[in-house]
Nanobody, 117 residues
């Protein structure tokens, strides 16, 4: 069973919105977040949220993206508004901490987000 399973993403025009979901295979204690990797670039943090709900965003997405988390559903969400072509990347879900009591740095399989101009 994959520890993190992502859904959402796809193709949208600039200015549009998309949402991403990521569900863990069990309860998560620690940070959950989203990273992205554009073609030819390094993977970068987009947003993360602690178990208690404290959030952190990359400057490039502040005011446009919102990360949230439902601990009862073991799920983290990323709502992306006012999308720009520069947001085009593969988005990866991440969990750092414990999933079902097992420590690790967990990654999802990645989901493509493409923003057309």
């Amino acid at each position: 069973q994959m520890p993190l399973v992502e859904s959402g993403g796809g193709l949208v025009q600039a200015g549009g919105s998309l949402s991403l979901n990521c569900t863990a295979s069990g309860s998560v204690f620690g940070n959950m977040g989203w990273y992205r990797q554009a073609l030819g670039k390094q993977r970068e943090l987009v947003a993360r949220i602690s178990s208690g709900g404290t959030t952190d965003y990359a400057d490039s997405v502040k005011g446009r993206f919102t990360i949230s988390r439902n601990n009862a559903k073991n799920t983290v969400y990323l709502q992306m508004n006012s999308l720009k072509p520069d947001d085009t990347a593969v988005y990866y879900c991440n969990a750092k901490g414990l999933i079902r009591g097992v420590p690790g740095d967990y990654w999802g399989q990645g989901t493509q987000v493409t923003v057309s101009s």
